[in-house]
Structure formats: structure tokens, C-alpha cells
């Protein structure tokens, strides 16, 4: 039981260190958008097809 509650938190964790790295968000529509993006490159490349705007991502949504 300890080990499934320290695994979780360490899921947690790390998503939560992943959100805070990515730097781009891609807007589709209203809304906070797809801020998992290192590189406006990854942004753009996601981007494509289905349109959308890559913006700076200013912290924690």
C-alpha cells in the first residue's frame, strides 16, 4: 500500500515538473491550450492541419 502511495506521488511530481519546463502552448480556441510544448518548433509542428497560434507559456494555468 506505501509503495502504490509513493509511486503515485512521484507520478504527480514529475507532471507537475513537465508543466512548469514547457515553454509553448498551442491555442486551438478559448481556453488555457496544449502547454506541453520545449520548443515553438513542437508547437508548430502540432500545430499543423488543425491550425491554432503558439503562445509563450507565462506559468501555471
Known amino acids: 500500500m506505501l509503495a502504490v502511495a509513493a509511486a503515485?506521488?512521484?507520478v504527480v511530481i514529475a507532471?507537475?515538473?513537465e508543466a512548469k519546463s514547457?515553454?509553448?502552448c498551442l491555442r486551438t480556441s478559448a481556453?488555457?491550450?496544449d502547454c506541453r510544448f520545449s520548443t515553438f518548433k513542437?508547437?508548430?509542428a502540432a500545430s499543423s492541419g488543425?491550425?491554432?497560434t503558439?503562445?509563450?507559456n507565462r506559468g501555471p494555468r
Open 22 to 24: 514547457a515553454r509553448y
Open 8 to 10: 503515485l506521488i512521484f
Open 31 to 33: 481556453g488555457p491550450g
Open 15 to 17: 507532471g507537475l515538473a
Open 50 to 52: 488543425i491550425g491554432g
Open 54 to 56: 503558439c503562445i509563450r
Open 42 to 44: 513542437q508547437c508548430r
